[in-house]
């Protein structure tokens, strides 16, 4: 089975603009986590969704925002960037909503000059 | 609130070495599970286990072992036998299944192994 992909895996962007990134789930998991992970504040819960609803969101403003799709890829959207969202985004996904080991893609690390 | 502490930042040990690592959490709630990640420089995090609120057995995978013990909050991970290819930082997490049920992670710790 493929693992969790994510696109693009490098990305530049300047303040003020806004980014979409995407995540590809393993063939088969419904629900998709995005996780933002710094050096200062560690790794992050951005939010969950599952069969396109939004289950969970963290502690993020209202500038990070997300969707999923019915083929259960999903994209997260940060719009207005500023400076302190460069950062790692890692999706993961998992079989369903129970507790269970979520995969991890190998995240997208954005720059915000 | 739900909070992981891994105490230890970084972790040097030589090859063959024993070496463990603390995890100590905080949660209110009676189910939740703990899990524990690896993540290699190349960046992708790598899942390694997963142990729920009411099995406390201890558990061991090769070289791998992990300690639960909830009148401690504890889920420590020991590596027996270090291998150069287990430097990486490794996360503790944990699961509850409140109504915002998440995945919160500690702030990890970096194991670097040398010859």
């Known amino acids: 089975k493929a693992g969790v992909t994510q696109t693009p895996r490098y990305l530049i962007k300047t303040r003020g603009q806004q980014v979409t990134l995407s995540c590809s789930p393993i063939?088969?998991?419904?629900?998709v986590s995005w996780y933002q992970q710094t050096p200062g504040q560690g790794l992050q819960f951005l939010f969950e969704?599952?069969?396109?609803?939004?289950?969970n969101k963290g502690n993020f403003p209202g500038r990070f925002s997300g969707r999923q799709f019915s083929n259960s890829r999903s994209e997260m959207n940060v719009s207005t960037l500023e400076l302190g969202d460069s950062a790692l985004y890692l999706c993961?996904?998992?079989?369903?909503?129970?507790?269970?080991?979520?995969?991890f893609g190998p995240g997208t690390r954005l720059t915000v000059t | 609130a739900q909070k992981v502490t891994q105490a230890q930042t970084e972790i040097s040990v030589v090859e063959k070495e024993d070496v463990t690592l603390d995890c100590v959490y905080e949660?209110?709630?009676?189910?939740?599970?703990l899990f524990w990640y690896k993540q290699p420089p190349s960046g992708e995090l790598v899942f390694l286990i997963r142990?729920?609120?009411?099995?406390?057995q201890n558990e061991i995978s090769g070289r791998y072992s992990w300690n639960f013990q909830k009148s401690t909050s504890s889920f420590n991970f020991t590596i027996t036998a270090s291998q150069v290819v287990d430097s990486a930082v490794y996360f503790c997490?944990?699961?509850?299944?409140?109504?915002?049920?998440?995945?919160?992670f500690g702030t990890g710790t970096r194991l670097q192994v040398t010859l």
């Open positions: 969704y599952f069969s396109e609803t939004q289950r």
């Open positions: 063939s088969g998991h419904r629900s």
């Open positions: 997490a944990l699961f509850y299944t409140g109504t915002a049920s998440k995945l919160t």
């Open positions: 142990r729920n609120s009411f099995d406390e």
């Open positions: 993961a996904s998992s079989p369903g909503l129970e507790p269970y080991e979520q995969y």
């Open positions: 949660t209110r709630d009676t189910t939740y599970y």
